[in-house]
């Protein structure tokens, strides 16, 4: 176990696990430690105090928890926080660990609890907050040139392989003053693009703002060189969303990750899905023709119980018809306390890992195909590193290395880098 360096400064380290939210949650927490005066720690060896901000969507996230609460531990004395969805469901399973664990379900109160924990000062006024906030902007801190603005929270779902919505509780969104307010002050700390995130992010509503009047308001009101929408549901795709994409000249980046799960219509009953695979394939078809420079990414459960050969075939050939530019690729895990964690025609994992790798492998001559059909074209490109970018399209994209980051640069796509799979722009 390594000893940590005596200092004046106090520092605390960070370790996410799970979806774009909870990594938006934990720059929220970083920012918080930041304005009072903490330093960011590049590992746990080397801090005053741990902060594990955990996962609890399947079984196997809940393993990873339980493994990087033992490293952490391993790694320094510092007393640990664990937040996030597993503490939300069962606080005890990780704070009778060691003593060194305090469990935190309130994400908004983990800053506080650290400076007890450790006698430092607490709290910032929210000007401090927004100030740290804007840093996120910056290359510094460990924050990003593209930022994830959290706008919405909880799941009013019930998907039958999944605790999130106990876990999070129902759905409720953000303010749009409040977003515009940490717009602002990100854009003013030099962001590029802000990342809208949420657990079902086209649920948002404040009165009678919808997610797409929600874009169309940070477009108009804010100096942002453009927005991404992270993830949305398939239902919750509106007409008005659709020609918010179509008509914003990439400043809403022509780019959705739109939840599959299964190309069967037979499992998606069964997951508890509110669409078809036929519903879903329409979607798509009026994406396509409403944005033709439009790039879909998706998540695919592999190996759901009862799933059948004839099941994931039908998988197969909607992602194929659909051309995805990006599969993520997920074997079913039991999660207890979800309906499909009961059923008894659970699949064998030889078979879950054997539709893992088809699927990974189709997605890579997807993730491909896209990229061909792109080369010849220009695309915004928001400089990430030297060298390295991410276009509109969501393709890495390797560039010159004199451009500064956190540009965002007209590029012409020009060829494909096969071996790191990016575009090659010139």
């Not at 009678?208 to 239902?235: F, H, Y």
């Not at 918010?244 to 809403?252: K, N, T, Y």
């Not at 290395?401 to 590029?411: Q, R």
């Amino acid at each position: 176990m390594a000893q940590r360096e005596e200092s004046s400064i106090p520092r605390f380290h960070i370790h996410t696990h799970g979806c774009k939210v909870n990594l938006a949650e934990s720059e929220t927490i970083a920012a918080a430690l930041l304005a009072a005066g903490w330093e960011r720690a590049a590992d746990a060896a080397d801090c005053d105090i741990a902060i594990l901000n955990t996962c609890t969507v399947t079984g196997e996230a809940d393993a990873k928890n339980r493994k990087a609460i033992r490293a952490l531990l391993r790694a320094s004395h510092a007393p640990l926080i664990v937040t996030g969805c597993a503490v939300n469901i069962d606080p005890s399973r990780y704070a009778d660990i060691d003593t060194r664990i305090s469990c935190e379900a309130d994400k908004d109160k983990v800053a506080a609890l650290a400076a007890r924990l450790t006698s430092e000062t607490t709290l910032l006024p929210t000007s401090d907050m927004l100030e740290q906030l804007a840093l996120r902007g910056h290359d510094g801190d460990g924050f990003r040139t593209r930022v994830d603005l959290k706008i919405q929270d909880g799941c009013d779902n019930a998907c039958s392989y999944c605790i999130v919505h106990v876990a999070r509780g129902p759905a409720r969104s953000v303010p749009a003053a409040v977003v515009l307010d940490q717009a602002h002050a990100l854009v003013s700390g030099g962001t590029r693009e802000l990342v809208l995130v949420g657990i079902d992010l086209a649920a948002y509503k404040d009165g009678d703002i919808d997610l797409a009047q929600l874009v169309e308001m940070l477009l108009e009101q804010t100096n942002i060189g453009r927005v991404r929408i992270s993830s949305v549901e398939p239902q919750s795709v509106t007409p008005s969303l659709i020609d918010a994409l179509g008509h914003s000249d990439g400043r809403l980046c022509r780019h959705l990750h739109l939840c599959l799960q299964s190309g069967s219509s037979k499992v998606l009953r069964e997951m508890n899905r509110r669409y078809d695979a036929e519903g879903f394939v329409a979607l798509v078809d009026r994406l396509y023709a409403a944005v033709p420079r439009l790039a879909l990414s998706t998540d695919v459960i592999v190996g759901f119980p009862g799933e059948t050969d004839e099941d994931f075939e039908e998988s197969c050939r909607l992602i194929e018809q659909c051309g995805f530019m990006r599969l993520h690729v997920f074997r079913y895990s039991k999660r207890p306390g979800t309906p499909a964690a009961e059923r008894s025609d659970q699949i064998d994992p030889r078979i879950k890992a054997q539709r893992s790798q088809i699927l990974i492998e189709l997605g890579g001559r997807l993730a491909l195909a896209d990229m061909e059909q792109r080369i010849g074209t220009a695309e915004q490109v928001i400089i990430e590193r030297p060298g390295l970018g991410t276009s509109e399209s969501y393709h890495a994209v390797s560039c010159d290395a004199k451009l500064p980051p956190g540009a965002l640069v007209p590029l012409e796509l020009a060829d494909i880098d096969t071996k790191n799979m990016r575009l090659i722009a010139r």
